[in-house]
T-cell receptor
Framework: KAGVTQTPRYLIKTRGQQVTLSCSPI?????VSWYQQTPGQGLQFLFE???????NKGNFPGRFSGRQFSNSRSEMNVSTLELGDSALYLC????????????FGPGTRLTVT | DQQVKQNSPSLSVQEGRISILNCDYT??????FLWYKKYPAEGPTFLIS?????DKNEDGRFTVFLNKSAKHLSLHIVPSQPGDSAVYFC??????????????FGTGTLLAVQP
């Protein structure tokens, strides 16, 4: 079974631009979560989707948004990029809602200059 | 407010010896605790978990201990191998009144196993 895939793997943007990151979960998985990893901060929860519905949202500004499609693929969008948004963005999928064991993709490394 | 804390940013252990990674938490509502391992340029990989109603869970070389009164958990790796060198994250899931996959992560501990 193929793992979680994320595209693109690396991205460089300038301040003020917007960016869209994509995540394809493991086949059959319907739950997708997004996390931001920065040095010294560990992984910070962004949001969680199940069956196209946002179930949970972390403490991030409204510039961060996401959605999930009917095939369980998910996208996250960051508008008006700031230097502090530079991070590794990780997507995780799970077989069902409430299943704590999650499988992570390799991440998208976003650099904002 | 850091609800899950890993106070040791790094740990160095000799091959064959025991590695002990520690994690403290503040929220008594967490119902599951997990350990993930992360290599550079890869996503975290699930290692082992423990329910809040247990105090020990073992899987091969990996054992997780939970001390609820101290709000402390630890991961023991015995024997340690050079391939275990990675960043280890402790994570917890809270009871939010509904099904959720939201995890709260610690900041990680870099384990280096010396040959």
């Amino acid at each position: 079974k193929a793992g979680v895939t994320q595209t693109p793997r690396y991205l460089i943007k300038t301040r003020g631009q917007q960016v869209t990151l994509s995540c394809s979960p493991i086949s059959g998985h319907r739950s997708v979560s997004w996390y931001q990893q920065t040095p010294g901060q560990g992984l910070q929860f962004l949001f969680e989707y199940f069956s196209e519905t946002q179930r949970n949202k972390g403490n991030f500004p409204g510039r961060f948004s996401g959605r999930q499609f009917s095939n369980s693929r998910s996208e996250m969008n960051v508008s008006t990029l700031e230097l502090g948004d530079s991070a590794l963005y990780l997507c995780a999928s799970s077989s069902r809602e409430g299943r704590y064991e999650q499988y992570f993709g390799p991440g998208t490394r976003l650099t904002v200059t | 407010d850091q609800q899950v804390k890993q106070n040791s940013p790094s740990l160095s252990v000799q091959e064959g010896r025991i590695s002990i990674l520690n994690c403290d938490y503040t929220n008594s509502m967490f119902d599951y605790f997990l350990w993930y391992k992360k290599y550079p340029a890869e996503g975290p990989t699930f290692l082992i978990s423990i329910s809040s109603i247990k105090d020990k869970n073992e899987d091969g070389r990996f054992t997780v201990f939970l001390n609820k009164s101290a709000k402390h958990l630890s991961l023991h790796i015995v024997p340690s191998q050079p391939g275990d060198s990675a960043v280890y994250f402790c994570a917890a899931r809270g009871r939010y009144g509904g099904a959720t996959n939201k995890l709260i992560f610690g900041t990680g501990t870099l384990l280096a196993v010396q040959p």
